[in-house]
């Protein structure tokens, strides 16, 4: 990939662009100029927002994985990329890409690893498909005519060809027809927006989680046990607060792990707790640990005798061991 691109200075009295601000913030604005530069010779790049935010604004701390959710979904609102899902991975691609990046050799680049929008009929000027037009400028009708190819041109004068069958009235337009996000992409999204939030702590992990990873299976039965996005990121939050999980314990270890965190209902709402600054700082385990170890020693004193040190305090940890400890 080249080291940069073409930024056009007609960005700045964009119509589109001053919208997306308004809509989704400056901080939209500015991950959408920035993101230009890093666009492959195709004008694509990976759609995750957190990944998005790793690439494109890493050391922005003011601005999260669920700004740049949102100023994709603005931008995508207003045509000025294409937001899509292709197997389980989101992916975006700027159709007015190639027009403003003059004398750009891309032969000279690498062919692009993301796939092309699926479904979507678009010039290089961005016209969409309601903006066709014939030759006679007239659309054309598809009443009564037989398989045929008809010509026609758009703003660009760039000539595509389109296949007229024979329709009953009533019947819809063969022309794409953009669609709902299904419940394995919400899902896919739900999934990456947590995950995001982890690599917030986390950066070295990676950037995409893909449906066989296990942290993408934990989360997912998170969520199907009813805990919503929010509260997910607040668990992780929880344990990256809490000072016994940062290391303020005996051995100084870190308890911060995706896995530890996500492994059950019961890690998330402590996690939560955590957040709310409403957990004890040490686990009950550990207290009874050490409470124990107190109360040996002094049997051992008393009887001079360890082993009968040991038989004696055994009575001792009726009120202090979990219920169904021996």
Known sequence: MARGRFLNKKISRDKRVAELI??????????????????????????????????????VKSITVADVERALSAMNE???????????????????????????RKNREAESEVPPPPDKLRTNSGVAPDKLRSSSGQTPSTAGLSPREVEVEVEDQVEVQL??????????????????????????????????AFRQYH??????LKSSRKEYKLLAARLKDGFT?????????GYHVNPYHCGENDTGTKYQSFELI????????????????????????????????EILNEYRERSGDENEGLRQMHGGFAGILPDGSE
């Open 229 to 237: 996005v929010p509260q997910l990121i607040q668990a992780v939050k």
């Open 78 to 104: 207003l045509g000025l990329i294409d937001w899509y899902e292709v197997d389980g991975d989101m992916y975006l691609s700027c159709p007015g890409f190639e027009k403003n990046q003059i004398g750009m």
């Open 262 to 293: 996500m492994r059950n209902s019961v890690q998330v709402e402590n996690g939560i707790r955590y957040a709310n600054g409403s957990a004890r700082t040490k686990p009950k385990t550990e207290s009874n640990y050490l409470k124990s170890i």
């Open 163 to 196: 296949t007229i069958t024979d329709q009953p009235v009533g019947c819809q337009s063969s022309l794409p027809v953009e669609t709902k996000p299904d419940k394995k992409s919400e899902l896919s999204v739900k999934i990456q927006t947590v995950w995001g």
């Open 203 to 208: 950066p070295h992990c990676a950037g995409t």
């Open 22 to 59: 308004e809509m989704a913030g400056i901080e939209a604005g500015l991950l959408f100029t920035w993101l230009v530069a890093h666009l492959d010779r195709e004008g694509r790049h990976d759609g995750d927002p957190a990944v998005v935010l790793g690439y494109v604004a890493p050391r």
